[in-house]
């Protein structure tokens, strides 16, 4: 069964530092997610891109966050300067079209900013 | 944005149906109802969807009401395995994005 993959599974990082997350879609999505989960707490939803432009992003996708499909089968989330309310999982998901399909999830990366 | 509302949690016996509400009340004549699982902090697992009609599936039965406003998951046989964090998150025509709400938390028990 097809899925998407994220990687790394966890990133410590300094707080300052640039991380970029990676994700590998399912081949033949066209629609593109990424969520955030801080510990116990909702699922939130960050950006979607669809035709390589963001479509929809929310509050907390400020000027320090930024997604790229750098190669046609990558999908990417970079915060340029992290802060300590950073840590929590980091989710990619990818859907086929946008009514009517399920959004598939990666497995996540748990990203702790230290 | 759509809005959802669940209650919190719900136990659940080995080997008995679980039957899982969902209010959407705000909900729009194209959008669809979706039904999302967590396993402890593994990405959210698809279960089932719809617009109008019923829906059955290998994991699971959805039930939505003829004013749309409601529906229920129902899982027939549940196993331990069940044991999840389960979501019927809010949908957006457009964008299509979800919004999860605290979901119920089930538990099954042997």
């Known amino acids: 069964e097809p899925e998407v993959t994220q990687t790394p599974s966890h990133q410590v990082t300094q707080m300052g530092q640039e991380v970029i997350l990676r994700c590998v879609p399912i081949?033949?999505?066209?629609?593109f997610y990424w969520y955030r989960q801080i510990l116990g707490q909702k699922v939130e939803f960050l950006v979607s891109?669809?035709?390589?432009?963001?479509?929809?992003k929310s509050e907390i996708f400020d000027d320090q966050f930024s997604v790229e499909r750098p190669d046609g089968s990558n999908f990417t989330l970079k915060i340029r300067s992290t802060k300590l309310e950073d840590s929590a999982m980091y989710f990619c998901?990818?859907?086929?079209?946008?009514?009517?399909?399920?959004?598939?999830f990666g497995q996540g990366t748990r990203l702790t900013v230290v | 944005d759509a809005k959802t509302t669940q209650p919190p949690s719900m136990d659940c016996a080995e080997g008995r149906a679980a039957n899982l509400p969902c209010n959407h009340s705000?909900?729009?004549?194209?959008?669809?109802v979706y039904w999302y699982r967590q396993i402890h902090s593994q990405g959210p697992q698809y279960i089932i969807h719809?617009?109008?009609n019923n829906e059955t599936n290998e994991m699971a039965s959805l039930i939505i009401t003829e004013d749309r406003k409601s529906s229920t998951l129902i899982l027939p046989h549940a196993t331990l395995r069940d044991t999840a964090v389960y979501y019927c998150?809010?949908?957006?025509?457009?964008?299509?994005?979800?919004?999860f709400g605290g979901g119920t938390r089930v538990l099954v028990k042997p």
């Open positions: 998901a990818s859907k086929e079209q946008a009514m009517n399909t399920e959004a598939f």
């Open positions: 081949s033949n999505h066209l629609y």
């Open positions: 891109f669809y035709n390589n432009e963001i479509s929809e």
């Open positions: 705000t909900i729009s004549g194209n959008e669809y």
């Open positions: 719809g617009l109008k």
């Open positions: 998150p809010g949908t957006k025509a457009a964008g299509n994005k979800l919004t």
